[in-house]
């Protein structure tokens, strides 16, 4: 049986695999240096496994160009990393494997994954959201995984914002006080003084947290219709935000439609690189 | 060659056409009134012609069940216009006229038409709104109309609001000041006292109206990265409004992405019985 292989390429570290699904895998990890560097050690750790291997998927951070009429189609466009600025990724991995290279964001691996294996089995419209060091969207969209003229930027929707209550002018060094701006973990730790992870369950910060997730919810929704959202990353390990969020998005949406379910991801932390081979078998099977 | 029915049924008024495209179609309009009725004048429109009709789209106003597996798809599902609440108007029309019918909303159909013939061709994912007695929304995700749990409800996003500055409450009887509550023609009547096609050139109300749908369209961009936005409806007859929110919409972005280009469309007021014809020959040519 064909083997795939999966990259999962984050700002702070790869995570590598190659395998079958998530009862068939074997992942490393390395922290995420030079492109040179990087894109050596995952060579490595495939070369040695290279035999029966089919395809390798990327799961990258963004932005990346990802359409196929493009000149540089697989590469990362203006990201603030810069030394991985117009990198030409997927040509990279392509020409160090010898493998076809199938490429996407991050957030639509991990959907992907979710689809094939986890909370999202069985549906071709939803969205899987990540809320940590940022706020990241993706998901499918009638069966594919949603492009477009790029990809979906979910993070930076503009919600309503009541100074009065909330003075935090947001995070986002792009637009201020956008749905990231106000919500990402960083923008919890500016407000609160303490890492979300450490704010005690019953602080304020976690119904004003839910209350932002569920405007940015509630516009994901209205626009996407999607038949479940799949919610996760660091900020969301604290349980007690799911039943908040609910109610909230059910008081904002206020009988309007009938919301989809909001659900944790089941694939947990390894979401991301399995969904990357999930991709390459959903091409090169 | 096969001709194609279509009916783009409104709130107020019925449009229905025999025909295979924009340069060879008839026609004909009529008052919404019971179903009963309705569908008995679209019938006898269709039954003078029936010999060469192979098939009738419907584009419909909503909430409509467009799942294939409820057992009420293709009815009309919550309208406040009580008669038609819970209709089955796919079944009634395919009764009547004895001939297969596809059924989807309003905008998905006007969509369908300016992706075949009108200003989204060749594009896989795209934005057709609306913007007048309500704003509406809806087009195409990977080649497909956009379907999901139900379809979309893009005017219902909630958009920040500076009550300060614009003290008017919105006309949205579920959500107040979503983005149709403050945007829709008759929030601009209630706000201004005038209607919207009366108000003149170079007032303030412009400005605001270019706003909330600057703020709406970030929403929807960052959201599903359509590669075009279709924007059309009455009030977007005012021209002027096109370079006033494309200049706020990439103010707001503020260089994060780089926008799609927002026009108008080609159709004009024949997309949605149009797109009812398109949608027709795409499933049964």
Redesign the interface.
Known sequence: MAVFGGIEAGGTKFVCAIGAGPEDVEIIEFPTTTPAETVERAAAFFRGRADGLAAIGIGSFG?VDLDPQSPTCGYITDTPKELWRHFDFAGAIRSVTGRPVVFDTDVNAAAFAEHRWGAARGLD??LYITVGTGIG?GGL????P????????????????DLAADPYPGACP??GDCLEGLACGPAMEARWGVRAENLPEGHQGWALEAHYLA?GL???I??????RVVLGGGVMRRGVLYPMIRNQAAA?I?????P?DIVPPSLGERAGVLGAIALAQSEFR
Chains 1, 2 share one sequence.
Request: charged residues 10%.
């Open positions: 932005p419209t939803f969207g969209a009638n069966g594919k949603m492009h477009g003229r790029m990809h979906p930027e979910m993070g930076h929707v503009r919600i309503p914002h792009y637009h405007l509630v516009n994901w209205c626009t996407v219709s999607p038949q904002l206020h009988g309007y439609l009938d989809p």
